[in-house]
């Protein structure tokens, strides 16, 4: 399997732009999850979906993002207009959530830079 | 929620085992305890996850205390690839990661 696949790798694009970031989950995999880090917040949690359904987007900053999954071996996460502070790294990570077992494996990551 | 604590940073001799030692004393009866690392420009990776035993596979061992109240992960012979930000994670009540930190390995030649 090649494992979850992102696109772009990177992306600078200038304020006020839309910016679509892309995903290709694991084959057979059933749960999906976008997330951000930067260096001052580390790690975060923006939106997972189960079965194609999006479950949680407490996560998800502002209207300004949003997440699709329009079937089970695609997602995209949209930003619109972009701003300078949604610089971060994106990554898309997906897991077969069974009973016991909730590991998720990530993506290289999309490198978004906003001017 | 568990949480866990670990030391901001750490380093080990190239060659020698690696022990990660985490708290987390807020871990309830079911909740697993997972491990990922992230290599510098790269996606968080998968290592191991742990209840109650022990556990080992290709990558690292995990050791939990009977309590259950901290763990240690243990590279048993560590090479300079293994430079990385090591997180010991728990889970919300949703079955959600919930990421700390991490601590900064660093193997030296």
């Known amino acids: 399997d090649a494992g979850v696949i992102q696109s772009p790798r990177h992306e600078v694009t200038e304020m006020g732009q839309e910016v679509t970031l892309r995903c290709k989950p694991i084959?057979?995999?059933?749960?999906l999850f976008w997330y951000r880090q930067t260096m001052m917040r580390g790690l975060e949690l923006l939106i997972y979906f189960n079965n194609n359904v999006p479950i949680d987007d407490s996560g998800m900053p502002e209207d300004r993002f949003s997440a699709k999954m329009p079937n089970a071996s695609f997602s995209t996460l949209k930003i619109q207009p972009s701003e300078p502070r949604d610089s971060a790294v994106y990554f898309c990570?997906?897991?077969?959530?069974?009973?016991?077992?909730?590991?998720?494996?990530f993506g290289p990551g999309t490198r978004l830079t906003v001017t | 929620d568990a949480k866990t604590t670990q030391p901001p940073s750490m380093d080990c001799a190239e060659g020698r085992a690696a022990n990660l030692p985490c708290n987390h004393s807020?871990?309830?009866?079911?909740?697993?305890v997972y491990w990922y690392r992230q290599i510098h420009s790269q996606g968080p990776q998968y290592i191991i996850h742990g209840l109650k035993n022990n556990e080992t596979n290709e990558m690292a061992s995990l050791i939990i205390t009977e309590d259950r109240k901290s763990s240690t992960l243990i590279l048993p012979h560590a090479t300079l690839r293994d430079t990385a930000v090591y997180y010991c994670i728990g889970m919300d009540s949703n079955y959600q990661l919930i990421w700390g930190a991490g601590t900064k390995l660093i193997i030296k030649p």
């Open positions: 990570a997906s897991s077969l959530r069974l009973a016991g077992s909730y590991e998720q494996y």
């Open positions: 084959s057979g995999h059933n749960s």
């Open positions: 807020t871990i309830s009866g079911n909740e697993y």
